[in-house]
């Protein structure tokens, strides 16, 4: 009743303004269709189910904003720009401010969600990977995890904020235009489903990843260029530079689970708490692409699906400071996919011929970095791990130019032969080098053998 009173004053005034001032009229008119356009838009989504819902209102959100992420501008970025679009947009928020490492973890493991219509990070990529791992450790984690969560890009990486600006259509922004868009996108207030990975280190408890997967050349640009922070994005690049002047090979054996024409084709059908599973189904996998000659006389030739990957995130490393993988255990979905890391790998999987790498990145979402775009066509909820290695040999030319491509998403198309991208479900890592990095989400965990499962649409995030 109400609601129909106010949509009557709102058609009047329209027809008002637009009889007052026909100049006006074209604007106005524009802005109407532009409205009724986008609401049919997301009313379509909201049936074909690529989004879940819409934040109730009036919204109350738990805000988590680490004042140390990025150059310690967080809570500066969030009064000079959030606070504002939040209070005009009926955002209901608590502000907390995380005091240490593991303090979110600790908080959203403690507290009453019932009080939350979302939890928001205005971090790096560090802060939410402690929250969906809090969230996943609670004893009512199969309803926890369905909290939807929120980012607002603080630190220097931003790779979940700068995919989900990805994913709502918007062009490349800078940083600043980043926070305003993920702040406009929080208070439209659309929720997807968001795939996490879980993965098991050989000696640590199983931890849950929404993210990359990353080892070798990504991995150690990744924590190398932690001591560059000061420079914000750019240290990517830098530490790019640096790890190209003493580029490494990696010894290991990678195996993988592809993923399925059957899987990709049930994408439409939603599954809240488990995967597609079909083991038995590699005979569908899509043949192997043979890639065209490089005119690099640096790359030879190879098989595989063409493509792929990077550099890059952030991470705090400390000798003092747990890692990441010295927590307790989540408890989450099983994973029907995997076997125990000291038996031989089921029959469905592809075991890689090289034993010699640069680097490994497994990826499931858009973004390395604000400005890393290595999985073009990933979604949030794909429920597939976009996986990436090259193989050794390739020049340090052809590298630099994967990663100056990466910017645009654009290295997938240079054909590199030492490049392979391809689609899988599950991955099995047993680096051979005694020394190494392995990061997850940006940061560093235990180095050794280690798997990891998609487990698609698990968790919820807010999209806009
Ligand atoms: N007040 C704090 N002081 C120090 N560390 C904190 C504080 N609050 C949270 N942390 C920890 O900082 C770690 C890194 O945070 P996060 O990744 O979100 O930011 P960042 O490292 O600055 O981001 P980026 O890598 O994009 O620069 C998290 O693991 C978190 O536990």
Not at 390 to 406: C, D, E, K, N, P
Request: glycine residues 6%; hydrophobic residues 40%.
């Amino acid at each position: 009743m109400s609601s129909g009173v106010s949509r009557q004053r709102v058609e009047q005034c329209f027809r008002l303004a637009a009889l007052q001032d026909p100049r006006a009229n074209l604007e106005e008119a524009e802005k109407w269709a532009r409205a009724v356009r986008e609401r049919a838009a997301r009313q379509q989504q909201l049936r074909d189910g690529v989004l879940l819902s819409e934040l109730s209102r009036p919204c109350r959100m738990m805000l988590l904003v680490n004042p140390q992420s990025g150059k310690g501008q967080a809570l500066i970025l969030y009064n000079n720009h959030i606070q504002r679009m939040f209070n005009e947009a009926g955002i209901i928020h608590t502000l907390v401010i995380t005091e240490r490492q593991n303090h979110a973890r600790e908080l959203v493991k403690e507290a009453d969600l019932s009080q939350w219509d979302a939890l928001v990070i205005m971090s790096g990529d560090g802060l939410l990977y402690e929250v969906i791992n809090g969230l996943l450790e609670r004893p009512d984690w199969e309803e926890a995890i369905r909290t939807p969560l929120g980012i607002l890009p603080g630190g220097s990486g931003n790779a979940l904020a700068a995919s989900v600006h990805h994913y709502s259509g918007a062009s490349p922004v800078s940083s600043e235009e980043l926070l305003v868009s993920c702040g406009f996108l929080l208070c439209k207030g659309l929720v997807s489903r968001m795939d996490l990975v879980s993965i098991h280190l050989s000696s640590s408890p199983r931890l849950f990843s929404f993210l990359s997967l990353a080892w070798g050349f990504v991995a150690d640009v990744d924590i190398e260029s932690e001591k560059y922070r000061h420079v914000g994005a750019a240290r990517f690049t830098v530490g790019t530079l640096v790890r190209l002047a003493s580029l490494r090979v990696y010894k290991g054996r990678l195996a993988y689970l592809p993923a399925t024409k059957d899987h990709n084709n049930q994408q439409g059908l939603r599954n809240n708490m488990t995967v597609h599973c079909n083991n038995q189904a590699s005979s569908l996998t899509p043949p192997p692409v043979l890639c065209r000659p490089s005119r690099d006389s640096s790359c030879h030739n190879t098989f595989h699906n063409s493509c792929h990957s990077n550099n890059s995130l952030k991470v705090r490393r400390s000798e003092s400071t747990p890692s990441r993988s010295a927590t307790k255990a989540p408890s989450g979905p099983p994973d029907s996919l995997l076997v125990p890391l000291d038996q031989p790998l089921p029959a469905n999987w592809v075991v890689v011929p090289e034993e010699d790498f640069v680097l490994m990145l497994a990826m499931y979402q858009s973004h390395l970095a604000e400005d890393l775009l290595a999985a073009p066509d990933a979604v949030s909820d794909d429920g597939v791990i976009h996986l990436f290695y090259v193989r050794a040999g390739i020049s340090r030319t052809a590298l630099l130019r994967l990663f100056l491509a990466m910017e645009k998403g654009a290295h997938l198309a240079t054909n590199c032969q030492h490049l392979v991208h391809t689609k899988v479900r599950a991955l099995r890592l047993e680096p051979y080098s005694p020394k190494g990095i392995i990061t997850v989400d940006g940061e560093v965990v235990e180095y050794g053998p280690l798997q990891a499962e998609v487990h698609r649409g698990l968790s919820r995030l807010i999209t806009g």
